[in-house]
């Protein structure tokens, strides 16, 4: 896997680049749209690829663990072949969502022993066993398994996690490297920094993390709850610290203006849930701000939903038809506001990436920054 | 809006011909999709045309009644401006919705008041109130308001309820032809023969009906829980009573072996919510038979949904992978299953329509109807 810097914002940490992959290369900055179970819920396979123009997709290890379950996945040749994406997938370890799950975990130096949320059976992962599990999936990128903190958390707790995250690393690299990739084409481990919202943490994290030499690098433990500029410190905190010449992820975020000063702060790829599961709910994130399409401000309003933003869905479809569809629970309302979100998170990576390469970025931010967060 | 007849089947009373209206041609015989509330279910517009080759689409008045509501209808230029469908509509009367509500309605000689399913507030449907109604949502063809029995039911209600529906039926027609188009083009008037599944009442009423000498016929009040036989006997009894020369709508029918014996019996039209109901709970029609496609049958069969039917869908995605994301209640789940389903339909129509123009259809549609409905 190859990773190539075209430009670098000469006012901010902004950069573009070109990550290569077995199935195809990806621009940066990137968002990842996620898709849980092997869909990107409400989306077509070629929406994603014709109108969304997404270039890599998300795969979550513990869902698609549970079902439709590995032994499925390796028949079909994986999770590629069996949703019929053919661009790249990063598969996040579950890591989070085993966090996610509560009561239903208990964490141990070994790995984790969870409940399923569909049918309560148990189930144990360990740093191994979700190298293996990735790999027949089939991911172009596979991250760590990593124990996710939650927010807030006690220092000493975050310090112990992340001494277990970076165990467990040790092992993930280990089987990784011992392993071959089950259907002829590289795959690529990332690690993921830890430490919560702690500065000495999350520096020591960031230095484990950097001197594992893997082709590229991931922050979690953000997204989860802190305010924005404590994301932001970590963030650029631990951009300083990972080596500049491989891309950096920034799991799990997030509003279009996180991505827009991640960005800034050197972030290059980065997935969310918010623009699928917000547009379930009549959230549009727009070219002019954000409209919850279900206020009565909209109910006559007949103009396309973002004729600036362009693409088939956002011009051909009304505020009117769209709020409609929603308020009436229509499915067609969420196909169309996941698409909808779905295309303007993909063309603001794509417009910042323009930016950079021009040297206009950091004030093209800053005026971008106020108009997507403002709501209509 | 003109009908012309292009061939008959030499062996059954099947018939192949062109309704011709302001919104295009629709070749016959013709099934036209549910759009409910002015959206087919899990289906895009584009998807809609391109995929399923739909040539008309059906409304509700009764739903889009209540949502969006009459003047924003009126104010986009009708529902075909509101949801972007440009081609024909058909929308029914309301009856058969109103009929459903059982105890939150009451039915006078004036007409029916009804309580809305949504807040339960009062409205009232007259047959002249429907006719201004169905004009302002733009329908290319709109139904007389009737009342639809259900079944089993006694003869004298039966009797009562046909004359009920004759008497509604004048008044349709008078303020149908006293009126105007709202937005510049034709719209067409179908009167509906009632008469449950009594011959008398049923010759009675396509007398009465056939008499109005419309520009089209439909048949209500059949599937709804009679034997297939009656559907069948009554069809036929009423086929041999209604013009030849104008199309014949036979309303909510149904299976693909309901739809291919009704063609054979002389129907031109027909509507139905299980192609795409049905898919939603995982039923699909396919050209070699039906399949749940949540049994453990399909659980490892990697190969497409039905090639031999063709289209995007049904190609692109396997049987494994449906399935996957009907179990877990993936959205996509029931857009995948919703376009395969009609554009069964549609390519069973096409069919029937080809091997009527070819002279082979009744014997083709004795081995289609075994094959399609046989449990895969």
């Not at 997938?89 to 966090?99: E, K, W």
């Not at 467990?168 to 990784?176: G, H, I, N, Q, T």
């Not at 891309?247 to 997030?254: A, D």
Request: proline residues 5%.
């Amino acid at each position: 896997m190859k990773f190539q810097l075209s430009a670098v914002d000469p006012q901010s940490s902004a950069r573009a680049g070109v990550l290569s992959t077995a199935h195809g290369d990806i621009q940066t900055p990137i968002f990842m749209p996620v898709g849980t179970a092997g869909s990107v819920k409400a989306v077509h396979q070629r929406e994603l690829e014709d109108d969304i123009r997404a270039q890599i997709i998300l795969g979550n290890t513990y869902h698609l663990y549970l079902r439709p379950g590995i032994e499925l996945l390796e028949k079909a040749g994986g999770l590629h072949r069996f949703n019929g994406w053919k661009k790249p997938i990063l598969t996040d370890s579950g890591g989070y969502q085993v966090y996610s799950l509560a009561e239903n975990r208990k964490i141990s130096d070994e790995g984790v022993t969870f409940k399923s949320h569909i049918d309560g059976s148990k189930h144990h992962f360990t740093p191994e066993g979700v190298m293996d599990i990735q790999r027949a999936i089939g991911a172009d990128i596979i991250m760590a398994f990593d124990e996710c903190t939650p927010y807030p958390c006690e220092y000493n707790y975050a310090k112990q996690s992340m001494a277990l995250t970076h165990e467990w690393l040790a092992r993930c690299v280990k089987r990784f490297h011992s392993t071959e990739p089950r259907y002829g084409y590289e795959q690529a481990l990332f690690p993921i920094v830890q430490g919560s919202t702690f500065k000495d943490l999350r520096e020591q994290s960031a230095e484990f993390i950097a001197n594992q030499n893997q082709p590229g690098n991931a922050i979690g433990g953000l997204s989860v709850g802190e305010p924005h500029e404590d994301m932001y410190t970590m963030t650029s905190l631990v951009c300083g610290i990972l080596p500049a010449d491989k891309p950096r992820y920034l799991m799990g975020v997030g509003t279009p203006e996180n991505i827009l000063e991640c960005i800034a702060l050197g972030i290059d790829m980065f997935d969310c849930v918010m623009p699928t599961r917000n547009a379930r709910n009549g959230m549009l994130f727009t070219t002019q701000g954000i409209i919850n399409i279900r206020n009565e401000r909209w109910k006559d309003d007949l103009s396309p939903i973002d004729p600036t933003l362009g693409g088939h869905v956002s011009t051909f479809y009304s505020k009117a038809y769209l709020r409609h569809l929603v308020i009436n629970k229509e499915i067609l309302g969420a196909q169309i506001a996941s698409i909808h979100n779905l295309t303007f998170y993909l063309w603001l990576v794509r417009e910042a990436r323009k930016k950079i390469e021009e040297g206009t970025f950091a004030s093209w931010k800053n005026s971008m920054v106020k108009i997507t967060s403002q709501r209509l």
